[in-house]
């Protein structure tokens, strides 16, 4: 078993462990001589309530993408008890009974409802500074140095496939290639070095069959070509059958050069992100602001 198929069966056990437990967790409520009384769904009795002790209950408005429903809180003497209109179906005629024995506590739902905005607003506080703190620390890091001769190693072999231009997402562009020698792994050309090569000479000159030189980080082919390093979790699964190309020739023409690929990566500047990430920032420290500031006065 390898570590992907490991990962999903891993994942739909926890899964199935889920529905389980949420099945095993479903309730029926019944009312009999003044007694709330909460039973399993296997029938085992899991909480009683004496109904003429219920200091009060609120009912809270619930909803997500598909569906709204609300939900019923009991507040006894000294636990509570939650009930879902959108799994019981006697939810109104529940409320009625309840209704019977305690008063609706619109004062402690509002509490609740300006709790849970003050919540959110402290959240998107902590989640901005985070976002910042973040982009301050990555517009300090160092570039990454330029990539030598002695990173790369060269890989001679026939070619596998038709060249062709791929077009992605959002003008997006790369280049797939297959060697005969190495079935197994797609070598590609994209982002930066994609903007360093001249791609249409490429595709336009380069056939099936036709032998090449691509350079490859030397790290890639110790790991994957002559299996000399072992692989860590990101070769294993996201790359694991890709290798990057740094340089790309043929016996007559060069298609993208080392030196090309490192100018490519130095004009692959990241002052765009860098102020897309502080505008973000700033934006959900404003929003966290404003939403604290409607909960101060909405408590005027």
């Known amino acids: 078993m390898n570590l992907v198929t490991f990962i999903m069966a891993c994942f739909f056990f926890l899964a199935a462990l889920v529905i389980f437990w949420g099945i095993l967790n479903f309730d029926k409520i019944v009312i009999e001589n003044e007694m709330l009384i909460v039973y399993s769904i ?20 619930k909803k997500d993408k598909y569906s709204s429903w609300f939900e019923m809180t009991i507040y006894g003497e000294s636990d509570k008890y939650s009930v879902s209109s959108r799994v019981y179906k006697n939810y109104d005629k529940l409320k009625s009974e309840i209704g019977r024995y305690a008063f609706r506590n619109r004062s402690k739902e509002k509490e609740i409802k300006l709790r849970n905005t003050r919540r959110i607003g ?66 590609n050309i994209s982002g930066a070095a994609y903007k360093a090569m001249y791609a ?74 860098v102020v897309f990430m502080l505008i973000l920032g700033l934006f959900f420290i404003t929003l966290g602001l404003v939403t604290l500031r409607s909960k101060k006065d909405s408590l005027i």
Request: charged share 25%; with cysteine; net charge negative.
């Open 42 to 61: 296997l029938g085992y009795k899991k909480k009683e309530i004496y109904l003429p002790a219920v200091q009060d209950w609120i009912e809270m408005p």
């Open 122 to 187: 402290y959240v998107l506080l902590a989640l901005g500074v985070l976002i910042l703190i973040l982009t301050g620390c990555w517009a300090v890091k160092k570039e990454d140095p330029d990539l030598t001769s002695v990173d790369i190693r060269l890989v001679t072999d026939v070619l596998d496939n038709d060249p062709y231009i791929i077009k992605g997402s959002k003008g997006a562009r790369s280049i797939e290639i297959q060697l005969k020698s190495y079935p197994e792994f797609t070598f």
């Open 200 to 273: 249409e000479d490429y595709v336009n000159t380069v056939k099936r069959g036709d032998s090449v030189f691509i350079g490859i980080k030397t790290a890639d082919y110790n790991k994957k070509i002559i299996r000399t390093e072992p692989l860590n979790f990101w070769d294993k699964t996201i790359k694991c059958n890709s290798i990057d190309v740094i340089e790309l020739a043929d016996v007559s023409s060069e298609y993208l050069a080392l030196r090309d690929y490192n100018a490519a990566h130095h004009n692959n500047s990241k002052t765009t992100g």
